[in-house]
């Protein structure tokens, strides 16, 4: 893997190079390797030849080595020194390096790490703010130390591991040619891409390990070498272990904090050893381990040539299919980065020929904007225009259900979104409504009165807890599911000539959108598309319900008068949020004391105390963070302390939990991505397997296998990878008032629908493994066994997962751990979710803002190839052609992409 670590000030930098990089305390004393200078800006300042300590400091100092002169124009006091970018081996690659009777591995990953960092040097850039202008210029200049080391900080009282592993530290410096000076780098967009040069190091590295002779086995997010017995890597992952261990103790996830952990808990220094002292105890270790077969493989040998390769154009086959099934629109790199990782473990594409196909690729729409090399296909273009052109056909198509609007029960904004529905001549129209603005009273009076004039509405919601669960606990009792909608051919008959109500349709992807559109125009039917774009969107591509709007230009009814929050202060927050104004809701969270900042150290202990004060007054309430990991840490303790409190039963049994792997199709039709133990679920029949079984894959060389409880053994069927989802199985512990939340749609034990998403509350168990539920809002009851699978504690949820659930109070938790996940559309969905009061606890108030008020909204294809065109530029551009041409004419077809 690669870390990327930002130093603050000269003397960080300093201690650093003396601590860690030139003689760190844990390194034996005839291993340390001399480090060395690389770079085309220490090719222009001569530091080659110069003493390493000596102009290592003086660039700390921004002093140029060669005359003692500035560095570059400012030295602030705490100015960006540079940057530590470090490279780590595969744990099977340092077994071998270390016990080897030469240097060809050490050779290959010097090579391997010089070549990435001069792809990273190749991108290198700077500000440019002379007359007036706010851009970035290309350098392509950098300068770094490159040290390599072998072996990882002991764990207190053993030697340390092997761990083969570079730091190449970068200086905040690069040479403007244009302005003929160094100036300080701009190393934001290298930070950002840096899963991209992972990917290529990882890529490069293993085609080198391959053509030395060794047998390479793609990981989940690296690779190992054959042959290297996993009981050898778990022996010498020592520091890594002790280093999770605590991780876990303390919440800490975010890689930026693992490796200031790392730094923190390092072991005292110890007396010396030879190489050959730690080669014989290493040998020693593995001895302990005990001889199995898995051992005697050999591990050196001539590469398979009856093994099937990789061209570059299946990389990029599957690169496209995996970028492009969540967004339709992608960077160059994130797109690059999947080629480069599928083609890991096979020789028959190589980096360079991965990155020219990818150039040469005639699916493929290129596009810089803004200084960033962007793409999508002209499938997904294709795709989004038929959408649009579907949607604009309807313009002026209908009867309207009423000439004049009918005496309503409601007033402001309601009002006026039932009337528009209501009189509207086009078939497909819009009623977006913020967070706690009564959408569905504003539904159910649009219902009541279509009815009234004899038409018949059909409700569907994109998911079964929004259809079956929500809608129908609102008295829309047949509401039904989207997909149930669009794959029943009489369903879709019941429209015809009628009115098709779509709520929460900002969970649909393009796809389903412009199905529904189809059905909407073959049945001649009314089609009414309710949601929030400010919320979540669909996880597959697409964001149907804004482009609808922005770019197709359909008339939306808005909604933003909020009735959910009791407390005005809170009320005006959401409010902002809901137009965008995240600075300003921010603001007002801060003046009512919403934001309360925590000790990085223990950083659950006052949200988990204020989340228990909120139970024990019987108040409604969630705790919402954006990644699971924190959430899984802060739910241990928040269990720990109901039990404390006797707001949880002593009695405890271990359940089955099945975790999603989460793949994207492409992922799932490569086999090296399947697992022995892992739990195949089919969601719909195949052949040969019935909807909702249960299988185990049993993988073996030749083939995948799956095995049921019956000791029935099936090839699992992979071109119908759509119908399957894959799962680990994990364990989880339940008791007596634990929150619980559904996790896939099912059935308990006596045959009751349980939809994705559902909340329930755990009222007994039992030693037999049974398990009786509530849900609270309906008050129906459900049984299961322990071996259900699909649930998960609910007392920490993702803001994914409370979007649409009301409570009196919710407490958000958004360390710095969680930022990476943090955008306006996260950040609104969990505040607005309480009644009477919302809290957010932090340790870095100041950057949780700059990354909540990112929008966090995925851009169409259309938006991207129209030319930098704002929306309201582009849409009346489509209103002119309206004018124009027939209506029935693809206004877009004429928007074509630079090349």
């Not at 960006?80 to 081996?89: P, W």
């Not at 409504?433 to 004899?454: I, R, S």
């Not at 007994?764 to 809002?777: D, F, H, M, Y």
């Amino acid at each position: 893997m690669i870390r990327m670590i930002q130093s603050q000030s000269a003397g960080h930098a300093k201690a650093y190079f003396s601590d860690a990089l030139m003689k760190s305390d844990y390194y034996v004393s005839d291993q340390e390797l001399q480090g060395f200078w690389q770079g085309r800006l220490s090719e222009r300042l001569d530091l080659f030849d110069k003493d390493m300590k000596d102009t290592f400091f003086a660039l700390c100092e921004n002093v140029n080595p060669r005359n003692g002169e500035s560095l570059t124009p400012r030295t602030k006091e705490h100015r960006k020194v540079g940057y530590d970018i470090n490279f780590h081996c595969p744990k099977s690659v340092s077994v071998l390096h270390v016990l080897a009777g030469d240097d060809h591995i050490l050779k290959a990953f010097q090579e391997s790490v010089t070549e990435t960092m001069q792809c990273i040097e190749a991108d290198g850039k700077t500000r440019v703010r002379l007359d007036g202008q706010q851009s970035e210029r290309g350098t392509s200049e950098l300068a770094w130390a490159h040290f390599t080391h072998q072996t990882a900080r002991p764990v207190e009282g053993r030697v340390p591991d092997p761990h083969l592993h570079s730091h190449c530290f970068v200086f905040n410096a690069t040479w403007d040619d244009t302005e003929n000076r160094i100036k300080a780098g701009e190393f934001k967009d290298i930070k950002r891409d840096m899963p991209y040069y992972q990917a290529r190091f990882h890529k490069t590295l293993s085609d080198k390990l391959t053509e030395l002779g060794y047998g390479i086995r793609k990981t989940d997010k690296s690779f190992e070498i054959d042959g290297v017995p996993q009981k050898v890597l778990d022996l010498f992952s020592k520091r890594t272990d002790e280093i999770g261990r605590i991780a876990k103790e303390k919440g800490v996830t975010d890689a930026k904090e693992l490796a200031e952990l790392g730094a923190r808990t390092r072991a005292k220094k110890q007396k010396g050893h030879s190489m050959d002292e730690l080669k014989t105890e290493w040998r020693s270790q593995i001895a302990e381990l005990g001889k199995t077969e898995e051992d005697a493989k050999i591990v050196r040998h001539a590469p398979d040539r009856q093994k099937r390769e990789l061209t570059a154009e299946q990389c990029i086959d599957h690169a496209i299919e995996h970028c492009f099934e969540r967004a339709s629109v992608s960077h160059d790199r994130r797109v690059l980065e999947a080629a480069y990782r599928h083609a890991v473990g096979t020789s028959g594409a190589s980096v360079e020929a991965i990155s020219e196909q990818f150039k040469q690729d005639q699916r493929l729409i290129h596009i810089t904007e803004k200084f960033r090399p962007m793409c999508t296909t002209k499938e997904v273009l294709t795709e989004e225009k038929h959408m649009v052109d579907l949607a604009r056909q309807g313009k002026g198509k209908l009867v309207p259900t009423y000439e004049k609007a009918p005496d309503l029960n409601l007033e402001g904004q309601q009002r006026e979104a039932v009337e528009h529905v209501l009189t509207t001549s086009n078939r497909v129209s819009i009623v977006r409504g913020a967070a706690g603005t009564g959408k569905t009273t504003l539904m159910k009076e649009a219902v009541a009165k279509m009815e009234q004039a004899g038409k018949t509405v059909m409700v569907v919601a994109p998911t079964a807890q929004a259809s079956r669960g929500v809608l129908k606990e609102e008295g829309f009792d047949n509401a039904e599911t989207v997909a149930k909608l669009l794959t029943d051919v009489k369903m879709q008959e019941k429209v015809k000539n009628q009115v098709l109500w779509v709520d929460e349709a900002g969970l649909l992807g393009t796809k389903d959108m412009t199905d529904l559109l189809e059905v909407a125009n073959k049945q001649n039917a009314q089609l009414i598309l309710g949601g929030d774009t400010r919320q979540h969107a669909s996880v597959v591509r697409g964001d149907a319900l804004r482009i609808l709007n922005t770019v197709a230009g359909i008339k939306t009814a808005e909604v933003s008068k909020i009735y959910r929050q009791k407390n005005e202060d809170y009320k005006a927050t959401v409010e902002d949020l809901s137009k965008g104004k995240v600075k300003e809701a921010f603001d007002k969270l801060d003046d009512m004391g919403a934001i309360i900042a925590v000790d990085p150290m223990k950083p659950n202990e006052q949200m988990v105390r204020d989340y228990m004060d909120a139970l024990k007054k019987g108040k409604s309430a969630i705790v919402i963070s954006p990644t699971h990991a924190q959430g899984e840490e802060a739910t241990k303790e928040i269990r720990q302390k109901m039990k404390e409190a006797g707001l949880m039963g002593k009695k405890e049994i271990t359940a089955t939990r099945y975790k999603s792997i989460n793949l994207t199709e492409a992922e799932k039709a490569d086999t090296r991505n399947y697992e022995s133990g892992q739990i195949v679920k089919f969601n719909q029949n195949v052949t040969g397997f019935n909807r909702g079984s249960i299988w185990t894959v049993e993988k073996t060389d030749q083939q995948i296998k799956l095995v049921n409880d019956k000791s029935e053994s099936k090839a699992l069927p992979m071109s119908s990878s759509h119908r399957y989802s894959l799962y680990q199985e994990k364990e989880i512990q339940l008791a007596k008032g634990d929150k619980v939340l559904i996790t896939d749609n099912s059935f308990d034990a006596n045959g009751k629908r349980l939809n994705n998403g559902t909340m329930l509350e755990v009222t007994k168990v039992s030693a037999s493994g049974k398990i009786e539920l509530k849900n609270e809002v309906s008050k129906s009851s459900y049984e299961l066994d322990k071996s259900f699978g699909h649930l998960n504690h609910a007392h920490v949820i993702t803001s994914y997962a409370s979007q649409g659930k009301t409570v009196d109070e919710v407490f958000i938790y958004q360390p710095a751990g969680t930022f990476p996940a943090t955008d306006a559309k996260q950040f609104y969905v969990s505040v607005s979710r309480g009644r009477d009061n919302a809290r957010i606890y932090t340790d870095d108030k100041e950057s949780l803002l700059e990354h909540a008020a990112e929008l966090g909204e995925r851009q169409s294809a259309i938006e991207l190839v129209s030319k930098g065109k704002s929306h309201r530029d582009f849409v009346t551009d489509l209103q002119r052609q309206d004018k124009e041409q027939e209506t029935n004419h693809n206004p877009i077809k004429d928007y074509e992409p630079d090349r």
